[in-house]
């Protein structure tokens, strides 16, 4: 074999080796790629050291549950503290603090042989006590702080479930999604939503104080001239255009048939800048003009600020959409110390592209035993 030959050969080898080590590294074996449990450290701000005793008992067989769905993580690290006490969440009826575990991905290197663990994380399964996590928020109305709950899916094994996709505006089947499901007393619910009624009502004096602010810095930062001194400058200016347009007269008329005093251009400047709130009472006028008294009693279901309402959002296709909701008083148990879990909420959220994700939510939902949390409550 001539000697160019075999060079050839040699750098043929050479890069198909290179080729097939480069094949080392692929989400497909990543993701079997075995990781392990890790402790992080716990969060745990200045809460009473009571309350804070009990509630540590509550979550210490939650990593257990966890470690049952998932006893062998692969494709990343699986990491797990303990939280307690969430401020902007605590409804004050009942000490919030929860489970969290994360999962983070392995991702090849450059090299496409090599691997490491990222360091940030959209994958997470949490457990949470006494709230709700990303399912709440906040909405004011006419000056009131109202908390909002995403509606639920369906009821699944007498539980709300949620399935939504993280954004509501654009969502991506194959991004991030996010499950819930809230475990309370049999047949009841910590919260009560707030009335079609009751917002209509709250929400047009929103929009009518609104409107009233607006036409009030309209007007103050409008000049009006008493009437003479403004008849002196209109005649001074069809003066003036009959002067520089003589063969033109239509100049000046059509200067008059234009003409507005400050009066007149003050409401059309309030006009103006009414027009949206006119149109949004218009609608909440209509609504609690035409719907029965039992449709006005349905939940009030909206995503935006009064001023912008355009309708309840009931046909919401993701059903991402905020039903305002206040905490049933009624639901807990006020004997109990406030450490005691009165429900849960267990959140996953996954990243559909990222395959040992999609995975761990196969299982959990195969695998969790939801029966352990309903066995806590109130205990």
Known sequence: ???????????????????????????????????QWKKSEDFSPNIPKEILSKAKTVVAPLSKLMFEVYPQPRGCEAKWYESYGSAAYDIGLAQSYEFVSGYFMYYCKSNRKDFFPGTETDDWICIRANYCGVLNDFLTVNGKKYWTMKRPTEVKDG?????YPSSSSSPDVNGLWLYAWMITYPGKLPYIPVTRKEYLLEARQEVAKTQTEVI????????????????AAKQKEVEYLKKSYPDNPRRWQRYLEDYQTDEQKLQAAINKMTQQY?????IMNNLLESLSEAELQKPAIVSVIATTF??????????????????NLDYFNKKLSKAVPQF???????????????????????????EVLSSMLGK
Request: hydrophobic share 45%; glycine share 2%; charged share 25%.
């Open 344 to 370: 849960f909420t267990v959140l996953v959220r996954e990243n559909r592209r990222d395959i040992p994700a999609v995975e761990i939510t196969r299982l959990f939902k195969q695998k969790f035993r939801f």
């Open 159 to 163: 539980m709300l479930y949620f399935e």
């Open 1 to 35: 074999m001539k000697p160019g030959i075999i060079i050839s050969l040699a750098i043929l080898s050479f890069l198909l080796l290179q080729d097939m080590n480069a094949q080392d590294c692929t989400p497909e074996i990543l993701a079997q790629k075995p990781g």
């Open 216 to 231: 009030e810095n309209v007007k103050k930062y409008t000049t009006i001239r008493p009437a003479a001194v403004q008849e």
């Open 310 to 327: 355009k309708g309840f959002e009931d046909d919401f296709k993701e059903r991402n959409a905020n039903m305002l909701i206040r905490w």
């Open 278 to 282: 006119q149109a949004t009472l218009a």
